[in-house]
């Protein structure tokens, strides 16, 4: 096998409470994640010995040297297996950056899978997971492939059932969100008196966002939003997705989601990025 393509979802966390800061600067969270129908593809090819690897990406100005987290997590097997990888890697992103959505993480943990079939090099799951933690908090999740109830600092990585397949519309302005800077301004933040903050009870759990707090105090604009899709006829829940910018509505069916799209561009510009599609379940 010479070549390779690899699909690399994206998330979102059906709920994301943050418990303390720890001492290593991290905070100790306890979320649940799902993947989503939207994905990246990653293709890896084999190149002619010596030629080391090449990152090339469809995202005008997206850093494909090593800054990129597709390039860290090959660096990190190349360390953990003593050896160097010659393939050709090409990135077609359809992830919004900065949105919440862990499109880097995804990528980065595709990256990881695709060498590990492509050079045969038989590491199991859980060794992909360690692996996968020394690149970013949420990196190991997507090695597992599968919803995943999540601690530590999000690397704790623990696979369940999770049958339901929720129709759901994703809402970005043209604008991202650090997740660092979400992290660090949480303490201290205020609510917003006219955004609602309270769990929103569903029948497979309640669903609330720690980090809605200090987004919503400076990006109002997000506020605005949420209060407005939870008055749309066709939305079960609408949170912020992970420390945004993007929002996520669970439909109430999976046939409203085109309409209220096109209701939201109406509204709101057609700047805004939207995507209709649904969570992915166990399989």
């Known amino acids: 096998m010479n070549k390779i393509e690899i699909s690399a979802p994206a998330k979102t966390n059906?709920?994301?409470?943050?418990?303390?800061?720890?001492?290593?600067?991290?905070?100790?969270?306890?979320?649940?994640?799902?993947?989503?129908?939207?994905?990246?593809?990653?293709?890896?090819?084999?190149?002619?010995?010596?030629?080391?690897?090449?990152?090339?990406?469809?995202?005008?100005?997206?850093?494909?040297?090593?800054?990129?987290?597709?390039?860290?997590?090959?660096?990190?097997?190349?360390?953990?297996?003593?050896?160097?990888?010659?393939?050709?890697?090409?990135l077609q992103k359809e992830i919004p950056i900065a949105a919440g959505l862990g499109g880097g993480s995804s990528d980065a943990a595709a990256l990881m899978m695709g060498l590990n079939d492509l050079f045969a090099l038989n590491l199991d799951v859980p060794t992909l997971a360690?692996?996968?933690?020394?690149?970013?908090?949420?990196?190991?999740?997507?090695?597992?492939?599968?919803?995943?109830?999540?601690?530590?600092?999000?690397?704790?990585?623990?696979?369940?059932?999770?049958?339901?397949?929720?129709?759901?519309?994703?809402?970005?302005?043209?604008?991202?969100?650090?997740?660092?800077?979400?992290?660090?301004?949480?303490?201290?933040?205020?609510?917003?008196?006219?955004?609602?903050y309270a769990p929103q009870l569903c029948e497979w759990g309640a669903m609330a966002n720690d980090l809605e707090r200090p987004v919503y105090e400076k990006y109002v604009w997000l506020a605005r939003l949420k209060m407005w899709l939870l008055d749309q006829a066709e939305t079960h829940v609408a949170m912020l997705s992970g420390s945004g910018s993007t929002m996520l509505v669970i439909l109430q069916e999976e046939a409203g989601g085109e309409s209220l799209q096109a209701r939201v561009q109406q509204h709101f510009g057609e700047n805004?990025?939207?995507?209709?599609?649904h969570t992915l379940a166990s399989k």
């Open 14 to 90: 059906l709920h994301l409470q943050i418990l303390h800061q720890r001492e290593d600067g991290f905070h100790a969270i306890d979320t649940r994640m799902v993947a989503l129908s939207l994905a990246d593809r990653l293709i890896l090819e084999r190149n002619k010995p010596g030629s080391g690897a090449v990152l090339t990406c469809s995202e005008a100005g997206l850093d494909t040297g090593e800054g990129n987290l597709v390039m860290r997590a090959l660096r990190v097997l190349e360390e953990h297996g003593g050896r160097s990888f010659d393939v050709s890697l090409h």
């Open 130 to 196: 360690s692996l996968a933690a020394r690149i970013g908090s949420d990196v190991p999740f997507f090695v597992y492939s599968s919803p995943c109830d999540c601690t530590g600092r999000g690397e704790v990585v623990t696979p369940i059932e999770f049958e339901i397949r929720l129709p759901m519309l994703l809402v970005k302005p043209d604008f991202g969100v650090s997740a660092a800077w979400a992290y660090q301004n949480r303490k201290g933040s205020l609510e917003n008196p006219s955004v609602s």
């Open 272 to 277: 805004v990025w939207t995507y209709v599609g």
